[in-house]
């Protein structure tokens, strides 16, 4: 359930980022200011729902809750039941692990093209020599697509001219490519859609990642050049099909987008509001997406540890989670299942006020069966943790767990 969060956090955050360039930087002038906003929704959306600031709750209760709990004297979890044959079942159809085994293999299949690439990249530099170039080497190779560069190399195609005019205004532009580092950003970019291959925000970030990458090599290029004359430079071999992805490409990368801001420049209006104005939305989700309640003021009386409170600590998922986790988590011993042993253990346990789970005992059942029922309580995480007054304090948990041989 945790995880579920944390994706859907970080799906929204990256939604209203993405959404936010679209709206105010999208074909704007400012190509390096851009650059690293594209690869900023990347790790703010992935950083920001793990960040947790802990304000203060809301004094108050609701009557009937208090008189209910008062009624209570021990906060009992509901008993679970394990048995050997249930648990194996358990752990292996559980929705936890078909839904690992689908992320797993949906990623594969990014992550295949990804080493295909690299294994492309490979194959033309072990095949073909080089010549070194100010900061980079210049691989020449009849493989279609090129030219085109990946961190300090660049692959030059045999047909084109590189003391030409129109071979030096490419060789600027790969140049600046690799002078730029651009394949850095490539490659996070490629990362973070193969482990968060479901988020569609991360795949649009990455396109316009490239784009951006081009239109600072365009503009590189054409420096003391015919703006005119490069555009057609771009239209001439465009058709030209490519092999890999992970490089910068000369003749493929939004070719059409690439002339128009060549051609058509603009100044943009209020560049410096559109860049500012991030900083609310920024902001904003910060206070969303980060808010936890926590009473931040030192009062004596919430500093015990109660045995009764008004809201329980939880177990993220509610009950149900708290019963998933027990039954894929906790194993039958199997000394206990060799000499027949079942019986009843009950769990004592505190849960303190950033949800940590401590002073884990068995106060009774078979000492076969202690040992494994304290593990999976120890194990288990972080818990929301209990509301008094509208004050989070520490509290205990007892939870019964029945261990239970399946006839013959």
């Not at 490979?122 to 691989?139: L, P, S």
């Not at 346990?349 to 009774?364: C, H, P, Q, R, T």
């Not at 202690?370 to 939870?399: D, F, L, T």
Request: proline share 4%.
């Amino acid at each position: 359930m945790i995880f579920i969060v944390y994706l859907s956090k970080m799906i929204v955050i990256s939604g209203f980022l993405y959404g936010y360039y679209c709206v105010f930087l999208r074909n704007q002038p400012f190509h390096f200011y851009n650059r690293f906003y594209l690869i900023g929704i990347v790790f703010i959306s992935a950083i920001l729902p793990l960040v947790h600031i802990y304000l203060p709750g809301i004094n108050g209760m609701d009557s009937r809750i208090k008189l209910f709990s008062a009624m209570k004297i021990w906060d009992w979890e509901d008993a679970i039941t394990i048995t050997p044959r249930r648990h194996i079942l358990f752990n292996f159809l559980s929705w936890q692990a078909m839904a690992l085994l689908l992320y797993i293999i949906v990623a594969l299949v990014p992550l295949s093209r990804f080493l295909s690439s690299l294994n492309y990249i490979r194959k033309i530099i072990r095949g073909n020599a080089y010549e070194k170039i100010g900061e980079g080497k210049i691989y020449k190779t009849a493989e279609p697509g090129t030219p085109f560069s990946f961190f300090k190399r660049i692959f030059w195609n045999l047909e084109l001219d590189i003391s030409s005019a129109k071979g030096q205004q490419i060789l600027r532009h790969e140049m600046y490519h690799v002078r730029e580092k651009h394949s850095i950003d490539i490659l996070l970019m490629e990362l973070s859609t193969i482990l968060f291959w479901f988020n569609p925000f991360f795949y649009l970030a990455k396109k316009e990642s490239k784009t951006t990458h081009e239109f600072l090599a365009d503009q590189y290029a054409i420096s003391g050049n015919d703006k005119f004359e490069y555009a057609e430079l771009l239209v001439w071999q465009s058709a030209v099909v490519k092999q890999a992805y992970i490089h910068n490409y000369f003749f493929h990368n939004q070719i059409k987008r690439r002339i128009i801001m060549l051609t058509q420049f603009k100044n943009a209006r209020f560049p410096f509001l559109r860049k500012l104005m991030i900083s609310p939305l920024l902001i904003t989700l910060f206070c969303t997406c980060t808010r936890d309640q926590k009473n931040t003021l030192a009062d004596p009386q919430y500093e015990k540890t109660f045995t009764k409170v008004e809201v329980e600590a939880e177990f993220p998922g509610s009950q149900k989670g708290w019963a998933a986790y027990l039954n894929n988590n906790l194993k039958y011993p199997q000394k206990a299942i060799d000499n027949e042993i079942q019986g009843d253990v009950l769990i004592k346990f505190l849960i303190d006020k950033e949800g940590n789970v401590s002073e884990v005992e068995a106060m009774s059942g078979p000492s076969e069966l202690k040992e494994e029922a304290i593990r999976a309580v120890q194990n288990s995480g972080k818990w929301i943790p209990a509301v008094q007054s509208g004050h989070i304090v520490r509290s205990y948990k007892i939870q019964p767990i029945k261990f239970r041989l399946e006839p013959q």
